[in-house]
């Protein structure tokens, strides 16, 4: 009897061990095995340790390209076991399926599937994008009572959830352009008349509020942006206005601090001290049709004589070199006008008078140049 006593307790002592590891082996973690943003497809990749679920957004009949669709993403995917956040609410439609909404305007929406953890996020593949008409953020100018046009293109970084910047990873700018046909119009007082959603403001330095609603755009002004503000979010307008016909007179230098003493640097200062007033290597150039920072490049290389190769891309036109000075890798051109470096490609810069513009080549990300 004690011998059956004792093989009794190690046969339980055995039942025991194997439960405890059945159910650590079980605790390995869950997995999602499909996935939908938009109604798009989205690819599951682990980078460093980390599991991103995620998809470059083309736009479908039902979901805008847009920044409003990216706030508001519809996410579907298949669990094999019960999903959590703190992020967003999950709904269980049945079948491992589950869908919830997120907000994947850069940023990400974490799910966790039996202790494995999910990074949800999404972006808008580069280009022209919609401002659509459920935005809380999409405005309606009018400057001295001719209708503004916005416009919104993206430069989207493929490093999706986890590109490293601080501003993170879908770039979208936001251009409100007028052409007055009132040659005469003071660029300092126009009046600007908005219509907006419910709960929407604006502000900018560029504005003054009026008493009878309007407001007084100054575009003399060293920064044109207004910014649009609803609730916790909000977006910034570049303001381009000109008058037909109108030519107009502006500065432009490079700064090749970052490759200094090079030949290709070299070159190009020699050749804009040349063609400046004074040596200064500072050129004034005028443009009279089309007068984005573009233009402005390509006026002064046919002034100065230095070269400028480009190319013609979805998101406008990006300078992949200029007199030998190539991008490739981290280095490359930028440029800032009055001082601001804009969101925006240079062919989508519109000018106005007076405005200088500062091309720089940099070497690497944390480059600066003035």
Not at 78 to 94: H, Q, R
Not at 271 to 289: E, H, P, Q
Request: proline residues 1%; negative net charge; glycine residues 10%.
């Amino acid at each position: 009897m004690k011998n059956m006593r004792k093989l009794t307790a190690l046969l339980l002592a055995v039942v025991m061990v194997l439960s405890l590891s059945i159910a650590a082996f079980a605790r390995d973690g869950g997995s999602i095995s499909d996935a939908y943003i938009n109604d798009e497809q989205a690819s599951i990749d682990t980078v460093n340790g980390e599991i991103y679920v995620r998809a470059t957004l083309a736009g479908t009949a039902a979901y805008s390209k847009s920044e409003y669709s990216l706030r508001n993403a519809q996410v579907m995917f298949v669990a094999d076991a019960v999903p959590t956040s703190t992020d967003t609410t999950i709904e269980d439609l049945g079948g491992d399926t589950y869908m919830a909404t997120m907000d994947l305007f850069n940023k990400c929406c974490d799910v966790t599937v039996d202790g494995t953890v999910y990074h949800f996020a999404a972006g808008l593949e580069s280009g022209s994008v919609v401002i659509d008409n459920n935005d809380p953020l999409k405005v309606t100018f009018t400057v001295n009572g001719s209708a503004v046009t916005n416009s919104a293109v993206n430069v989207q970084n493929p490093n999706i959830g986890n590109s490293g910047y601080e501003d993170g990873w879908t770039g979208i700018a936001y251009t409100a352009s007028v052409e007055l046909t009132d040659t005469n119009a003071a660029l300092s007082a126009l009046t600007l008349n908005v219509s907006m959603p419910s709960g929407t403001t604006i502000s900018g330095t560029c504005i003054t509020a009026n008493t009878d609603g309007s407001y007084t755009l100054n575009m003399t002004n060293s920064d044109k942006t207004i910014t649009v503000t609803n609730g916790s979010m909000s977006r910034n307008y570049y303001m381009a206005v000109t008058k037909v016909g109108e030519s107009i007179t502006v500065s432009i230098r490079f700064n090749t601090d970052c490759v200094s003493g090079s030949t290709q640097a070299e070159s190009l200062q020699s050749k804009m001290r040349t063609a400046s007033v004074g040596s200064t290597g500072t050129l004034y150039v005028t443009l009279s049709d089309s007068k984005t920072v573009m233009d402005a490049l390509l006026a002064a290389s046919s002034t100065a004589g230095f070269t400028v190769n480009y190319t013609n891309s979805s998101y406008g036109a990006y300078v992949t070199g200029i007199e030998g000075l190539n991008a490739g890798g981290a280095a490359g051109w930028m440029y800032k006008v009055n001082g601001v470096m804009p969101m925006t490609g240079a062919g989508n810069y519109t000018l106005q008078n007076g405005d200088t513009i500062v091309w720089g080549y940099v070497t690497s990300y944390n480059d600066s140049f003035e």
